[in-house]
């Protein structure tokens, strides 16, 4: 009798103790749902936003861990609570969700809840700036311009970045491709250098074996040389192969070429003179001053677009042998020297109208 009455109070203790132990299963899970659901519900939810309404730049730096990350954010005001970021990360992650965050700089919306702060960092869009440099500069000056210049990053953002590093060395005459370059924060200036020196030798290799034949060009450093005449001869862009085609045909004459910017660079190195040409600047020999040596100048002049060294490579097919400004940023083109004297009539008739004094050496006839 008795140890019927033990065993069916073993049978009891044991089935209560299951029936506890599942109930705190119950509970566990319902608290465990109830706070994943919490949790996650606050990773998806508004963030604090800016009093401005302007989005946050966070910059996150390669290497950093989930709490140097989360402590960052924090710091800009972009997540009320760092643990909170961590804890919804890792829960995640233990459901299979892994996000890997990416080096960069982020501009992080106003307001942004943490999920999609975390979608901008996993993809590795890091804000971008557009250092723009202008065709026919020379090397001095794209230097300078890299070294002085904050640029201002793309998409509308107000953000702003100047070039680190130390100011490397000046570099060649005519071996930059000016253009405009994409670069990040922590973009050098020799980076941005170097980039341009690649792009004109990228442009090289594919323009210089479809060049036009016969042409009395030899290298492609040559070609350069040439198209940096072009560049600065230039002044509407539509008329770079017209120009192209009129020193390709003084050079296959031969007549020399007679290119005021010349003159200009054998004096200053292309710093504007700051007036016209003088005669005794025009009659002035240096290595540079095609009215005073044959062929092509020492070196180029200045760094030429892509567009001008396609022109050079296959310049348009014309007689054209002389040209002159018309008074409208473009020049009037002539075959014969018959008719450059009458389109240099017109222009000191169209500058005498104006009041402006003739500039010495344009206008010039080119000799043999």
Known sequence: MQARIAGRAREFSLGKLIGILFSLVIVAAVAAGAGWFWLNSSFTADGPATEDGKPRVVMIERGSTTQVIATKLKEAGAIADDGQFRLALRMREMLGDKVVMKAGEYEIASGASMEAIVKELASGASLQYAVIVPEGLTSQMILSLLVEREWKATGGSASTYKLAGPVPAVPAEGVLLPGDYAVTRGDTIESVINRMIKAQQDLLAELWPNRQPGLPIKTPEEAVNLASIVENETGVPHER?????????????????????????????????????????????????????????????????????????????????YFVADGSGGHAFAETLGEHNANVSKWREVEKQRGAKEPAGVGATPKP
Not at 257 to 265: E, K
Not at 289 to 309: A, V
């Open 241 to 321: 192969p017209q120009v192209a085609s009129l020193f390709v045909n003084r050079l296959n004459k031969p007549m020399r070429l007679q290119s005021d910017p010349t003159i200009v660079y054998g004096i200053t190195r292309g710093v504007p003179l700051g007036h016209g040409l003088r005669v005794s600047e025009i009659a002035a020999r240096t290595e540079w001053n095609t009215y005073q040596i044959d062929g092509l100048p020492k070196t180029p002049i200045c760094n030429p677009g892509k567009e001008s060294i396609a022109a050079v490579l296959n310049p348009a097919q014309t007689n054209y042998y």
